[in-house]
Nanobody, 123 residues
Framework: WQLVESGGGLVQPGGSLRLSCLVSGFRLEYYAVGWFRHVPGKGREGVSYMSTSGIDTIYADSVKGRFTISRDNAKNTVYLQMNSLRPEDTGVYYC?????????????????WGQGTQVTVSS
């Protein structure tokens, strides 16, 4: 199995990026997914979650109204649309998957992890 993130890069404050996470080795439709980020000096934190059905979502307070998680099971891909980016959104972003609708952003609940993609928000 493998999760591969892409779409990171350097963007100015107020800009947008769309991260993708391509899953191989298992069928994404049976897994809940999450996005996490490692922020320098703060450790890894949960950003967003989506249930297996796609109906239930969770967002960290810091990204509510700016980030949107989505999934395309036919493409075995998870997305994170990030708008109105701020310097404090800088970090390495990881996608993760779990074979349960855990309904939270606890790292220990997730079984599969990608290697991460760097997002830098700076002028």
């Amino acid at each position: 199995w493998q999760l591969v993130e892409s779409g990171g890069g350097l963007v100015q404050p107020g800009g947008s990026l769309r991260l993708s996470c391509l899953v191989s080795g298992f069928r994404l439709e049976y897994y809940a997914v999450g996005w996490f980020r490692h922020v320098p000096g703060k450790g890894r934190e949960g950003v967003s979650y989506m249930s297996t059905s796609g109906i239930d979502t969770i967002y960290a307070d810091s990204v509510k109204g700016r980030f949107t998680i989505s999934r395309d099971n036919a493409k075995n891909t998870v997305y994170l649309q990030m708008n109105s980016l701020r310097p404090e959104d800088t970090g390495v972003y990881y996608c993760a998957a779990t074979y349960r609708d855990v309904g939270n952003l606890l790292e220990s609940e997730y079984d599969y992890w990608g290697q991460g993609t760097q997002v830098t928000v700076s002028s």
